[in-house]
């Protein structure tokens, strides 16, 4: 496996990061305290066609593939985590369902801005009794003539209530199926919510840990009508298309957290050159030089690890295996790196106007997020043959 990038990856990757460092970076620490998703710096990503990266040019996508839109997502987290979570999440979770299961009629409508950044999507999944065990889904959509009728809740869904989100895709019980044993096989479905619809409604964004930026909701759904024409693909196969859906994201999510442990390292090294203690910088210190170098090594690591997985979905390959491989290794890099960065900078690594110390605060839900570890090492030991 060939894990150099060609020039015009490469090329991608630089722009991104330089578009990180000057117009990101500088606003970082503003909008977190304010706690609020930047629209301006959402719409010169749409500019750069960051939203429309692995989707053909004839739909208004930029003709690249999920791995350049991974590199875009680790330019940006070295800077701010949340950034590049709104385009991890807007791209893996809202835009893809719809252009892989979307109809002709349902492309037309919602595509054109999601791609250009004019709009966010979300993808809503998650309840408070159905994770991980996403079989669990409570929420019901029953078809009522040419409507389906939705009833129930979902939390923690990324750009689900921001000025722009346009739409939000959920996942929602269809039918019921009782097997000979007597238990009871639910079907699952994914059906298309527009925001302002009648009885959908967004809750206060979650006071988190860490994420200030990014748009985290509650949303409940009390007797929302919409046409049963917003079923986003088969009906049936929700679960089996958003699980594809969660693979793919899983190696965007391991490319956030490597370009999180990538940005602790940056900041760590600089800090170390400059930062002088009995007429030396620190980093001449044995013990920090070390400690930097391990950083190094888990970046190094993680990056293969998603470039692996990157390049088998490109390929058309199994990757879900490497998926989970990857999201498992940088995201405790990540979790490292950011804790060794605070250590380095002392004092000052403790205040949130640094860089290390916001993401010492965002990388612990890079372990919990889009799997949790366990989940991750779930899936690893069953393709190694193990049932437990």
């Avoid at 980093?283 to 993680?302: D, S, W």
Wanted: aromatic share 8%; proline share 3%.
């Amino acid at each position: 496996m060939n894990y150099e990038l060609t020039p015009e990856q490469q090329n991608l990757y630089e722009t991104v990061c330089r578009f990180a460092d000057d117009v990101v970076a500088p606003a970082a620490y503003q909008y977190d305290t304010e706690r609020r998703l930047p629209l301006d710096i959402i719409a010169q990503m749409g500019d750069l066609g960051l939203f429309g990266l692995p989707f053909p040019v004839e739909d208004g996508g930029q003709g690249k593939t999920y791995l350049e839109l991974c590199l875009a997502v680790e330019a940006l987290a070295r800077v701010d985590q949340s950034i590049a979570v709104t385009l991890e999440a807007g791209v893996g979770l809202g835009i893809q369902s719809i252009f892989r299961h979307g109809t002709a009629e349902q492309k037309a409508r919602w595509l054109p801005d999601l791609l250009s950044g004019r709009a966010l999507a979300g993808f809503g999944l998650t309840e408070a009794g159905a994770g991980s065990d996403a079989g669990a889904t409570r929420t019901t959509a029953v078809l009522d003539g040419d409507e389906w009728v939705l009833n129930g809740t979902k939390q923690f869904i990324t750009n689900s209530g921001t000025p722009i989100t346009s739409v939000v895709t959920v996942t929602a019980v269809t039918g019921e199926e009782t097997r000979p044993d007597g238990s009871v096989k639910k079907e699952l479905s994914c059906i298309l919510v527009p925001t302002g619809t009648p009885g959908f409604t967004v809750g206060e964004a979650y006071d988190k840990v860490g994420w200030h930026t990014s748009d985290t909701h509650p949303l409940a759904f009390e007797n929302v009508r919409v046409p049963a024409a917003n079923l986003l693909g088969e009906r049936g196969r929700g679960y089996a298309n958003f699980l594809r859906a969660l693979d793919e994201g899983r190696i965007a999510f391991a490319a956030l957290a490597t370009g999180a442990a990538q940005g602790c390292l940056e900041e760590a090294l600089r800090y170390a050159k400059e930062r002088h203690v009995f007429d030396r910088n620190i980093g001449e210190n044995q013990h920090i030089a070390f400690k930097l170098a391990r950083m190094q090594a888990r970046v190094h690591q993680a990056r293969l690890c998603w470039l692996d997985a990157a390049r088998k979905q490109v390929a058309g390959l199994p990757f879900k295996s490497e998926a989970s491989i990857a999201k498992l290794v940088s995201g405790e890099a990540a979790m490292d790196n950011a804790r060794d960065a605070t250590q380095i900078f002392g004092g000052y690594g403790f205040l949130n106007e640094n860089a290390v110390a916001r993401h010492y605060r965002d990388s612990k839900v890079l372990e919990i997020g889009e799997g949790t570890t366990e989940v991750q090492l779930m899936i690893i030991s069953r393709d190694l043959g193990l049932t437990a």
